[in-house]
């Protein structure tokens, strides 16, 4: 197979050098166009064999599949311009908010069309990414698509209507999770800790407790059977209610839907 990548931003980058091994496995032939000279040279060096574009319409002559990892701002625009030098090929947008109707419509249905949400843990292998049901890919390239993102995590296909929605869970949930373990870090300096041996006790439990869930428990059955009579773990639950914990997820993860459907209008 012959895959371009459009853009060689942290996601791009992220998946082309989580997945080196997938394309040696597969001989698959890699085209990268950017109009960054030093993404251009991170290319280099992350890929073995890629061959750097000059221009779009060379990377569409040499491709049957391209990736575009540009800014959902910017993908609509683009696909326009290049509309004619894309027939025929498959197109896979990780834009955020822009749905594969949306991408169809400007390029016509002689475009096969696929809408993937991966996410940055695609780095270390444990890649979420989210697949829209809604696509126009050839069996072939279907199933290309799904390997390639099953190299470097899970796979899960949704309705297109849930996309938004999966890849704030999926994907901007991993910043959420930033500030809830600096935050405990935070709270063993102040109790005394030093602050890399408190980061540390917080990412050990987490690792655990997160084996335990995809283990199949549930969350509420493990917090209860964390949580003694008259305990300290109560406590801090209690304490984490009242200040608004639940509340705070909520809208941090409506805000991020808000955000998706706000790009897919923009």
Not at 131 to 141: A, C, F, G, K, M
Not at 227 to 241: H, N, V, Y
């Amino acid at each position: 197979m012959k895959l371009a990548i459009v853009g060689y931003g942290k996601m791009s980058s992220a998946i082309a050098k989580a997945a080196k091994e997938f394309f040696s496995s597969t001989d698959s032939q890699l085209f990268v166009y950017t109009p960054s000279s030093s993404s251009a040279d991170r290319a280099k060096e992350d890929l073995a064999h890629v061959q750097i574009c000059e221009d779009m319409e060379t990377l569409c002559s040499q491709a049957d599949m391209i990736l575009f990892g540009v800014k959902p701002q910017m993908m609509l625009g683009l696909l326009d311009t290049h509309a004619q030098n894309l027939k025929r090929k498959a197109v896979i947008s990780i834009a955020a908010g822009l749905t594969s109707r949306s991408i169809q419509s400007v390029l016509g249905e002689d475009v096969e069309v696929i809408r993937v949400m991966p996410n940055l843990a695609a780095l270390v292998g444990k890649g979420m990414t989210l697949i829209s049901e809604e696509h126009t890919l050839s069996d072939e390239h279907l199933a290309y698509v799904t390997d390639l993102f099953a190299s470097i995590g899970r796979v899960k296909f949704l309705p297109e209507g849930l996309m938004d929605i999966g890849s704030v869970l999926s994907g901007s949930s991993g910043a959420f999770y930033t500030v809830f373990v600096e935050a405990l870090a935070e709270a063993g300096l102040r109790r005394g800790l030093k602050y890399e041996d408190a980061l540390e006790l917080a990412l050990q439990n987490h690792a655990g407790t997160i084996i335990q869930l995809q283990e199949g428990i549930d969350p509420s059955t493990l917090r209860v059977d964390t949580s003694s009579p008259s305990g300290t773990t109560i406590e801090g639950l209690i304490a984490l209610e009242k200040t608004g914990l639940r509340r705070a997820m909520h809208e941090a993860v409506e805000a991020s839907f808000r955000r998706c459907v706000e790009l897919s209008k923009q």
